[in-house]
């Protein structure tokens, strides 16, 4: 089956660094890819990995391992507005999006 | 640029009536997505067009959804009759090309309650 786990909440302080991530398992993988939605937001399009290793987009990073079938998003100097739900998406064919269940972030002062 | 749009961002119906939800992708954009996210739900994959024609309908709940995208601009997504089980957000996203069709553009939602 296809399935995708994280964390259903992280809570952090504003300027740390918090870590959320992203297992997965699923029949097709073209990549893993990280949104973020505000409450009653849409979801925003952060980052997609294709390849092992590391991508930095300024103070979010995106982390995936094909062989762990694992992936994190990493957000660094932590605000207030970065309070939102983050999801994980694996591109399973050449289009399409099957997302996780999403992760709750609280900042707190 | 205008982001996609989705009308109404909000529908409350008696369950058997019938509701068409409207999504306007980002211009230029061929592909043109589906999601819904029942409550504490993931966000799940319903339908894709590349302009005016179906991709992949594989995550239609059922034949009381029906979706077109009239000469591949606008869309929508009717359901009829609706059920219970069909309340949620229901999210329209879009993408450029199929090199950067990872990168989706999603609006802001419609919120569908069915009593």
């Known amino acids: 089956g296809q399935s995708l786990e994280q964390p259903s909440e992280v809570t952090a302080v504003e300027g740390a660094i918090v870590q959320i991530n992203c297992t997965y398992q699923?029949?097709?993988?073209?990549?893993l890819s990280w949104y973020q939605q505000h409450d009653g937001g849409a979801p925003t399009f952060l980052s997609y990995n294709a390849l092992d290793g590391l991508e930095e987009t300024g103070r979010f990073s995106s982390f995936l391992s094909r062989s762990d079938s694992y992936g994190y998003l990493l957000l660094q100097e932590l605000q207030m507005k970065d309070s939102a739900s983050y999801f994980c998406?694996?591109?399973?064919?050449?289009?399409?999006?099957?997302f996780g269940s999403g992760t709750r972030l609280l900042v707190r002062p | 640029e205008a982001g996609v749009t989705q009308f109404p961002s909000h529908s409350v119906i008696e369950k058997g009536q019938t509701v068409t939800l409207r999504c306007d992708p980002i211009s230029g954009h061929d592909n043109l997505y589906w999601y819904r996210r029942v409550m504490g739900k993931e966000i799940k994959f319903l339908l894709h067009?590349?302009?005016?024609?179906?991709?992949?309908e594989s995550g239609m709940p059922n034949n009381r959804f029906l979706a077109e995208r009239t000469g591949g601009t606008y869309s929508t997504l009717k359901v009829q009759p609706a059920e219970l089980e069909d309340s949620g957000v229901y999210f329209c996203?879009?993408?450029?090309?199929?090199?950067?069709?990872?990168?989706?553009?999603f609006g802001p939602g419609t919120r569908l309650t069915v009593t």
């Open positions: 998406a694996v591109r399973e064919g050449s289009y399409k999006l099957i």
């Open positions: 996203a879009s993408s450029q090309d199929v090199e950067r069709i990872s990168e989706q553009y």
């Open positions: 067009f590349v302009k005016e024609s179906k991709q992949d």
């Open positions: 699923t029949s097709g993988f073209y990549g």
